[in-house]
């Protein structure tokens, strides 16, 4: 009922503003002294003008749109069917003008300036009456809003005045409740500088923002530039860091549609911001191929890579999505949030490990699965270290069982997800892996399903890398732990490794090694130096960065291929393809058997052996020799609160995880 009177009201107010607009134009064309013939014309055509009016109105769908809303796109539709009217009266006006002074259509003539300057009142005051209501509206909200503010506003300086500027520009305007009050923009557009956007002035550019910022009493930076680049996101905050202001962005902001923007997801920058890349391109229809309306089967699918493989498949719609996960509660919280995310799809849970041959048997049997994606694997370098005989049986071991029931199942694309550690492998992980790659190779030979490997450096964020560790030893007040300072490491992102590894698993005809452009190395000190600045503390003053030399297995430096293996580009700008020879089948196959016989049994210098056997180029540096990790005494405190009881921190904790 109140829609009907809401809706009845606005056609009566438009209707009102239509009769007053006609009646001033007869007013202001005549000056006020309307001679009694065109006093009657006035009355008469009244309701025909309306009539007109208000058809294109209905015609350009103005009266749909809600008031309180108005915008450009709303003003241009007002004005088209205001054009459109006014050029049919025009047209009414013309086709009447040789009719007979007797006529009726001669007492009907609407003279030409009449017409135009109808037209202009009629549109001002169809627009006026609704951004008066939005006004009315937005006051309102403000005047809400600014009850609930608890605190003073914050001045925050806005970095990009551009198209998202002003969008964070006029959130903050009309949300007193944020708590954020715009002191000024900074732009690297000299045309921009000195000018006001939406009551905010750009202030100056990049090169004088900490200067600047001292000058307008800025509390925080805001970064508003879409898509900033990692480069540019940490040119800003080294610019900050002599003034201890905190820089912070809105996650997402590439995303942001229809205008809306979300100020209450702002954030400080994180380490992953200044390590962002360019967004990728896909192929979605190649990967569609191999996804949609098919059945997926993922190993490891709990794991960081596994998991984020399940998401991106989601978004491609297979017929199912079997998650192969040992660990129970990992496969639990991947399969509530998929299904919660993607309710449409059939997403199964298997609890199974790799190892195990007639578990996997009785999986694919049941399901039937066409595509495989294998993230099973055991990781953490120095962990295999110690425990080399589990490395073989994972990573090798699962690998040969779900690639062996694979090829049997007539799976069509099996894709094996590898490290970079693989290459010339110093550490039994990466070896393991470069084994792994070896008997996917030889298998592909043989077999009619689609074998290939995809192969890249370590992720950001995955459980027990070496952000996550850094960001724990500060919290602990340090020390940070960095192995050595040249050590450089590749990082991606997950979405971004996955979302290749979907792509890879779309070319090659088998056997390829697909190695995923990584961009530059950084080095770990860098990292560390990075984090403790975006914390707010202060290298050495607040916090130290100790080196505590290379672990067994570890290298300075990881390479993505070898010289042998002369990289080719691809379809895809971030895809390269090794191409070496494989083994033969005959000759792999019997040293993976001979690896695994007995493993369990087996010493570990008998299992580093005979990995040498099948991987040449492995050059362990060092044998662990079995005792605890060094460990050194970590006070664990923070500026405000400090406490004598140390906490024992693994001198390890520069450990970067590889993908696999």
């Known amino acids: 009922m109140r829609r009907v009177v809401t809706r009845a009201s606005q056609v009566a107010v438009d209707l009102v503003v239509l009769a007053i607009a006609y009646t001033l134009s007869f ?151 944020m708590g954020l009050f715009a002191v000024g923009f900074i732009d690297d557009d000299p045309l921009k500088l000195g000018s006001e956007i939406h009551g905010v002035r750009v202030l100056g550019n990049t090169e004088k923002l900490a200067t600047i910022a001292t000058e307008s009493g800025a509390k925080q930076i805001l970064v508003t530039i879409a898509n900033a680049t990692g480069t540019a996101l940490k040119r800003i905050t080294k610019q900050c860091e002599g003034i201890d202001l905190p820089v912070k962005i809105i996650p997402g902001l590439h995303e942001i549609v229809g205008g809306d923007i979300n100020l209450s997801r702002i954030r400080n920058v994180a380490i992953e911001d200044l390590l962002r890349r360019d967004p990728i391109s896909l192929d979605e229809s190649a990967i569609a191929n191999v996804v949609e309306n098919r059945t997926v089967l993922v190993s490891g699918a709990g794991g960081s890579i596994g998991s984020e493989v399940c998401r991106q498949v989601c978004k491609f719609k297979p017929a199912r999505l079997v998650l192969v996960e040992r660990a129970e509660n990992n496969l639990f919280n991947i399969h509530r949030e998929l299904i919660a995310k993607f309710p449409e799809l059939t997403i199964t849970p298997a609890i199974a490990d790799v190892c195990d041959r007639k578990r996997l048997e009785d999986v694919f049997q049941q399901y039937s699965p066409t595509t495989v994606f294998h993230a099973a694997a055991h990781k953490h370098v120095p962990m295999m270290e110690w425990n080399p005989g589990e490395a073989v049986k994972n990573n090798v071991g699962g690998t040969k069982t779900l690639a062996d029931v694979s090829h049997e199942n007539k799976v069509e694309v099996f894709v094996m997800i590898s490290t970079d550690k693989a290459v010339n492998p110093t550490s039994v992980m990466g070896t393991t892996k470069r084994v792994a ?117 570890e290298k300075l430096f990881e390479e993505l291929s070898v ?59 060092e044998k662990p020799n079995g005792e605890a990790v060094k460990t050194i005494e970590t006070p664990q405190t923070t500026k405000e609160n400090k406490s004598p009881e140390p906490v024992m921190t693994h001198s390890s904790a520069t450990e970067v995880v590889s993908t696999a």
Not at 515 to 531: N, Q, S, T, Y
Not at 589 to 615: A, F, M
């Open 27 to 177: 007013g202001l064309r005549f000056d006020w002294s309307l001679p009694p013939e065109m006093l009657r014309r006035l009355f008469w055509t009244l309701p025909i003008v309306m009539f007109v009016q208000y058809s294109a109105m209905l015609g350009f769908g103005v009266p749909r749109f809600a008031w309180r809303y108005v915008g450009l796109r709303e003003a241009r539709q007002i004005f088209a069917a205001f054009t459109a009217s006014g050029m049919l009266l025009l047209l009414l006006r013309l086709a009447s003008g040789n009719a007979p002074s007797s006529s009726w259509l001669a007492s009907a003539l609407i003279p030409t300036g009449v017409i135009v300057v109808m037209q202009v009142l009629a549109f001002l005051g169809i627009v006026g009456v609704r951004v008066l209501r939005r006004l009315t509206v937005e006051k309102a909200k403000q005047a809400t809003h600014r009850s609930l503010r608890k605190s003073d506003p914050v001045a925050t300086l806005l970095v990009g005045a551009g198209q998202f500027g002003v969008l964070a520009a006029k959130e903050i305007e009309s949300r007193p409740d």
């Open 437 to 553: 790659e070896l008997y996917i190779q030889a298998l592909s030979q043989r077999s009619p399903t689609r074998f290939v490997t995809v192969r890249f450096g370590n992720v950001l964020g995955s459980a027990g890398s070496v952000i996550p560790i850094f960001r724990e030893q500060i919290a602990a007040g340090g020390p940070v732990t960095v192995t050595h300072p040249e050590m450089k490491r590749y990082f991606m992102t997950i979405p971004e490794a996955t979302q290749l590894v979907l792509q890879a698993g779309t070319m090659g005809q088998g056997g390829e090694i697909f190695i995923l452009d990584m961009g530059e190395p950084v080095k770990i000190v860098d990292l560390a130096r990075d984090l403790i600045a975006l914390s707010g503390l202060r290298l050495e003053e607040d916090i130290e960065i100790q080196f505590t030399g290379l672990r067994p297995g």
């Open 563 to 621: 010289e042998e293996e002369n990289a080719d580009k691809t379809r895809h700008p971030k895809i390269f393809v090794g191409r070496i020879k494989p083994s033969s089948w005959e000759t792999t196959h019997t040293q993976v058997r001979e690896l695994l016989d007995d493993i369990d049994q087996t010493e570990p210098h008998i299992v580093r052996k005979r990995l040498g056997k099948i991987v040449p180029e492995y050059s362990p540096q």
